[in-house]
């Protein structure tokens, strides 16, 4: 490879040379990034979080993401007290300045992200009845958008399995990962089956906690004076469990269904995962600032094969996802994952476990009915 030296002219010609290079080493996780770069001007744009449809010459609002406006982290703009502006508004103007649909409307927002910025809307395109509201742009609007798919998909398993199926969805292996599960599955645990959804999920750590907490056993039941009877651990879902897997969920994207498979948890549907699993640690920085990920944990299985290195986890149930029907608002990994845990609750209801009756110390003595 170094023949191609003299012909570079940038740093992302390095980079380029470097990952050709290092891809026939054939090992995941062999990351090139950064190092020196010219400076480049940038200029940050607010967002409102919403889709825009343009009518009337003027935009207004087709969809607004509401978030959760008490976790800072799901700001969401248009729903902030005080704010209020529904799907179907008009975006009149910007801090005072009109603005129509033959402008950008990003354009209107720079330098606004993280500050106080009045907007007009109304009713109408003609501006008649319209107020003006102080909101507060968002850098990004990828964390109130991916919150919006995750509660679209878990109204959706609701309303398809009838309220009987909690759905988690999993994006990484790390902080991200283990805060959804924490919260969506403790949540749901009145749920008769869970749909735990793994696609995009980018990795981190190895995942055994939520192998450990999807494996409970019922062991006992707990009988109070007065109220229902419960099975003890009480914080679990003892029915079936169906992940979703697809082609862009690695490293512990792939050790966490490859561990739900080994734990005899329950079905896989959708398509293959990334097939790296390769722990990295320990690289120095290169001398323009830039790195090159080393491995330095393999990760084998307990008979002597490398059981996802390079290939992956397949599915039980294959499933892609077809572009038409996406397109058309379905979802049909979902879809089938919804329907293989539907027709499992069918095969092997949930136990029923009945309290033996309270012991008679005193046999001599008529019990009361």
Known sequence: FAVYLPGLAARD??????E??????????????????????????????????????????????????WNPDLHAPLTQPGA???AGEYLLAVNGQPLHADQSVYSAFEETAGKQTEITVGPTADGAGSRTVTVTPVASERALRNYAWIEHNRREVDR???????YVYLPDTGYGGFTNFNRYFFSQVNKQGVILD???????????????MLSRKPMSILVPRDGKTMVDPPLAIYGPKVMIINQFAGSGGDAMPWYFRKAKLGPLVGVRTWGGLVGIGGYPALLDGGSVTAPRVAIGGLHGRWEVEGQGIPPDIEVWQDPAQVRAGRDPQLEAAVSTAMRMLREHPLP????????????SIPQTP
Do not use: C, W
């Not at 010609?13 to 470097?18: A, I, K, Y």
């Not at 003027?58 to 509401?66: E, P, T, V």
């Open 352 to 363: 029923h476990f009945t309290a033996p009756p309270y012991p008679n110390h005193h046999p």
């Open 198 to 212: 793994e696609r995009f999920n980018h990795g981190g750590q190895i995942a055994d906690y939520i192998i450990d």
């Open 20 to 69: 050709q290079m290092l891809s026939y080493l054939s090992t995941g996780h062999m990351f090139v990034r950064g190092g020196t770069e010219p400076d480049s001007p940038r200029v940050n744009v607010g967002l409102l979080g919403a889709d825009y449809e343009v009518s009337g010459g003027r935009y207004r609002f087709a969809k607004i993401y509401s978030g959760e406006n």
């Open 13 to 18: 010609d390095f980079t380029f040379l470097l």
């Open 160 to 166: 398809l399995s009838g309220g009987k199926l909690a």
């Open 84 to 86: 209020s502006v529904k």
